[in-house]
């Protein structure tokens, strides 16, 4: 399908194929609105004449929709005007914005909601899909671009480079526990007799043969995979928003645990987040390596690990992991304790040496 050029241009301004996807269905509730069909129309009027209708649309959907999310409905058809060379004045267009109100949906999903909601499903993928997000961190976003070949073992770990080859390309990884899980979906895939290659989508569309071409998850269908899971953890409604995200509250489950630890690293904890500009000149000085963010990783891992009995084996495993640390320290110092010891009777006997050398002169 060949593009309008007027369209295609805002294209060219943006990243994600999802952006692009959400900014091209803002262009068409505008587009209802204006009663056409085609995207060259909306360039015929004057500027004066679009500005008007603008601000008209503003007024329209203003009290249609939560104060907050004004803007991103406003945003697809500025920058269409823009990319298509026509002159707002959008000073004056966000002054006719409505104050933002607070926003609900702070909280995050507790261990104890997550595992209620991995009880609430047989489904592999469903599984698969909420430790992904729980361990990761990752936003729901990452998934219709990802593909196995972007998921690596990492000891028993696997690795996750998110929005790879994009500006906004970083790192994480998922649990013992996640990756368990993810294998058994990708086991069941195979057994529907789908040929698994590393350009095959991570999650893919519900199928009735496994042999047919398989098609990435997009984000609506995670959505409603996930929320029919939630239907008994205790949520409170505000306006349109509930007090936990039913996606976000995954990430934020994971931002807590990772960073509730006392020494956690914080540098690292945000750069397996996805936040570029938390800590500032992070991006240019902070150059970590893999090795050293998943060594920070597997520190939050008991706190990550849903099911009671992961938990209790990676808990089990950390605590070896102390007392072998603690055990080597402590022969560390006997041994260093040892070798002073061997050094001051060296010392003594040298003293004793010139004492009597000196006894002999007198």
């Given amino acids: 399908m060949v593009l309008p050029r007027c369209l295609n241009l805002i294209y060219q301004a943006l990243g994600s194929k999802v952006t692009h996807k959400n900014y091209k269905w803002q262009l068409d509730r505008f587009m209802a609105w204006n009663k056409i069909t085609d995207y060259d129309d909306l360039l015929k009027a004057d500027d004066k004449s679009i500005q008007r209708n603008l601000e008209d649309y503003l007024m329209h959907i203003k009290d249609r929709n939560s104060p907050n999310y004004i803007p991103s409905i406003m945003a697809p058809v500025e920058l269409f005007y823009l990319m298509n060379e026509k002159n707002l004045n959008t000073k004056r267009l966000h002054k006719m914005f409505p104050t933002k ?23 592999r993928r469903t ?6 997000l729980a361990s990761s961190g990752c936003r729901v976003g990452v998934i219709p671009e990802l593909k196995l070949k972007h998921i690596t073992d990492i000891e028993n770990c696997k690795q996750i480079l998110c929005y790879a080859e994009s500006k906004e390309e970083y790192t994480t990884f998922m649990t013992p526990e996640a990756s368990k899980v993810f294998d058994d979906y990708l086991e069941e895939r195979q057994q529907d007799r789908e040929k698994l290659k590393p350009e095959s989508p991570a999650f893919r569309r519900t199928y009735v043969l496994g042999s047919f071409p398989a098609e990435t998850m997009e984000t609506g269908t995670v959505r409603s995979a996930i929320t029919t899971t939630s239907k008994d953890v ?55 390596s893999n090795e050293a963010i998943f060594e920070e990783y597997r520190k939050s891992i008991p706190e990550l690990s849903i099911s009671k009995e992961w938990k209790l084996k990676e808990d089990l495993t950390r605590n070896k992991e102390e007392s072998k640390s603690s055990k080597d320290k402590v022969s560390e110092e006997l041994r260093s304790i040892k070798e002073d010891n061997v050094d001051m009777k060296k010392r003594f006997a040298h003293m004793e040496d010139i004492l009597e050398e000196l006894s002999k002169r007198d």
Avoid: W
């Fill in 101 to 123: 109100t607070k926003k609900a949906g702070y909280g995050s999903y507790t261990r104890e909601h997550i595992q209620s909601m991995l009880e609430n499903t047989n489904k």
């Fill in 127 to 132: 599984k698969a899909l909420i430790l992904f």
């Fill in 234 to 288: 205790s949520r409170i409604k505000t306006g349109n928003r509930y007090n936990i995200p039913s996606l976000h509250g995954l990430r934020k489950y994971f931002n807590v645990a990772l960073k509730s630890r006392h020494n956690c690293n914080l540098s690292l904890c945000e750069k397996m987040m996805g936040h570029s500009v938390s800590i500032p000149l992070d991006n240019h000085y902070g150059t970590f």
